[in-house]
């Protein structure tokens, strides 16, 4: 069988990204998120320092930076460059084996593969905030202005980029609301989806 590959799509603050590294966690497989600005610097030979610099003058540390701009750069010939070669890294990467990758438009870079499952996690705003205060220890207001800016930052970029809103249903297997499901079960939900469309293993039932 072919590697198979997950990609996931998120709002800020709906915690996508922990769902997906718990995800990655249960299936055994890699998990692809800064590793692919780190490799696109490598392979662009940008220094990994001028990233550094850049989440380190952020306000919120590194996710501000990350999250926002997810190439590490808002200026668009460098944005337009650096996809350029991040695509063919996300192409490599679900070629050599099985992985989770987060963002980056990586939805529509792998839609057409057969053995791929493409997921979207959102939350209402309401919960997006609290998440923001409880894990990744913003102020209320802080959590606003991130909110806001790098939800607008991402729909921009994604549009740009895959020429589709990351919300699009249409280019989705599964789309999930994380505010109504603990953070795990929501996690072996995807790895009993994986399971049944890759049959990589029997998982007659919803483990938690």
């Known amino acids: 069988m072919a590697n198979y590959t997950i990609t996931i799509q998120r709002e800020f603050g709906s915690m996508g990204r922990t769902i997906a590294r718990k995800v990655a966690d249960r299936l055994g497989i890699k998990f692809y998120d800064r590793d ?37 750069t808002d200026d668009e010939y460098m944005q337009d460059m650096i996809f350029s070669v991040q695509r063919d890294v996300i192409l490599d990467l679900a070629k050599k084996e099985n992985c989770i990758i987060v963002g980056r438009c990586s939805d529509a870079i792998l839609e057409k593969k057969p053995d791929n499952l493409n997921i979207y996690i959102y939350a209402p705003y309401k919960k997006r905030l609290e998440n923001c205060v409880n894990y990744l ?7 606003k202005h991130m909110i ?8 921009a970029y994604h549009k740009k980029y895959a ?13 999930i609301n994380s505010a109504i499901m603990d953070l795990d079960y ?23």
Do not use: C
Not at 148 to 155: E, G, P, Q, T, Y
Not at 163 to 175: I, N, Q, R, T, W
């Open 36 to 72: 692919i600005v780190e490799k696109v610097s490598s392979m662009l030979n940008l220094p990994v320092s001028t990233v550094s610099n850049e989440e380190e003058n952020a306000k919120y540390g590194l996710i501000p930076f990350i999250r926002k701009f997810p190439l590490g």
């Open 148 to 155: 806001a800016s790098v939800d607008k930052a991402r729909i």
């Open 186 to 208: 929501i996690a072996e939900m995807i790895v009993f989806a994986a399971e049944k469309k890759f049959n990589i293993s029997e998982h007659p039932e919803i483990r938690i």
């Open 137 to 143: 220890e913003m102020t209320p207001q802080e959590a």
């Open 163 to 175: 020429g589709f809103l990351p919300s699009d249903e249409k280019h989705h297997d599964l789309m």
